[in-house]
């Protein structure tokens, strides 16, 4: 349809509108365009927590890398591997190999005063960086120096898990400051001579070691039913949050399964898995058979 010239639109609507805009402009109204909300994309349930390696140099041994990356594999995906330490002096020579191979990189730290370790701030300041990047589920800790005890402490504050590896000699503070602590004796292959694998106790030995009886059964009386009896998964975690430092392979055993059958102190049971095919594994006190 063609308008004639006496049938022009009516301009009164449009001043209209433009004096309303005109209006909420200078009382101050913001106009911006509207905000379109995406739903967050669920991450996938076999997708690995992202894991930030930082390794002390001065405090770590070469011969663990093999056994520590392993371990590391079994909490998540090593997406960031940092090792630290003053590259010019000839105690670290060891470990440029091992770099290499295993795609560590290394952060030069030099030494401004003879006999201070002058890592344990790069660390440090890196750890804090890579934690407010807001993209790590949790943090890989490789020292047995106290000084890192607050660092595990402020990241998990945030959240975030923390695992530390250290030697028997690290002290029970950076220990405890950790979700899990791995000892690094434990990581060095069995056919070096580094090697420190503790030698499998015995019934008795376990029996009277009463600090770990006492961790097996307190953790079991907290995850168990009316009947006394626990399935051997919530155990493992009740004993995690109680001792971070807990591995059977300190007393010379694989599996949380097979120490608790050796210490000959509680009944298991192997029950069908309604879910799966393989069979799963339920604990209870010997004391609470009736």
Not at 156 to 178: D, I, Q, W
Not at 213 to 223: D, F, S, T, V
Not at 236 to 254: K, L
């Amino acid at each position: 349809m063609v308008l004639k010239p006496t049938q022009q639109p009516d301009r009164r609507l449009g001043t209209a509108i433009k004096t309303i805009l005109r209006d909420l402009v200078l009382a101050g109204a913001a106009f911006d365009p509207p905000v379109i909300y995406h739903e967050p994309m669920k991450s996938d349930s076999l997708e690995q927590p992202l894991l930030a390696v930082l390794i002390d140099a001065d405090n770590a041994h070469p011969a663990i890398t093999e056994g520590l990356l392993a371990e590391i594999a079994k909490y998540g995906t090593a997406s960031v591997k940092r090792i630290y330490g003053d590259w010019t002096t000839p105690q670290l020579g060891g470990w440029k190999t091992v770099l290499l191979h295993h795609s560590i990189q290394p952060v030069q730290q030099f030494r401004y005063t003879v006999g201070k370790n002058a890592t344990d701030s790069a660390m440090i300041i890196d750890a804090m960086d890579l934690l407010y990047a807001r993209r790590f589920d949790g943090f890989c800790i490789v020292s047995s120096d106290s000084d890192f005890t607050r660092l595990a402490a402020r990241i998990r504050e945030e959240g975030l898990t923390v695992y530390g590896f250290g030697e028997r000699k690290t002290p029970s503070a950076f220990v405890s400051a950790c979700d899990k602590f791995i000892y690094t004796e434990l990581l060095i292959p069995e056919d070096t001579t580094e090697s420190a694998s503790p030698k499998q106790k015995t019934a008795r030995e376990l029996k009277g070691d009463s600090r770990l009886a006492n961790l097996l059964r307190n953790a079991l009386e907290a995850a168990s039913d009316e009947s006394g009896w626990a399935h051997l998964g919530a155990v493992g975690s009740n004993i995690a949050n109680q001792a971070p430092d807990f591995d059977p392979r300190n007393y010379g055993y694989q599996k949380l399964g097979e120490l608790m059958q050796a210490v000959q102190l509680f009944e298991m049971e192997k029950r069908p898995n309604p879910g799966g095919q393989s069979a799963v594994i339920f604990v209870r006190d010997r004391r609470k058979k009736s």
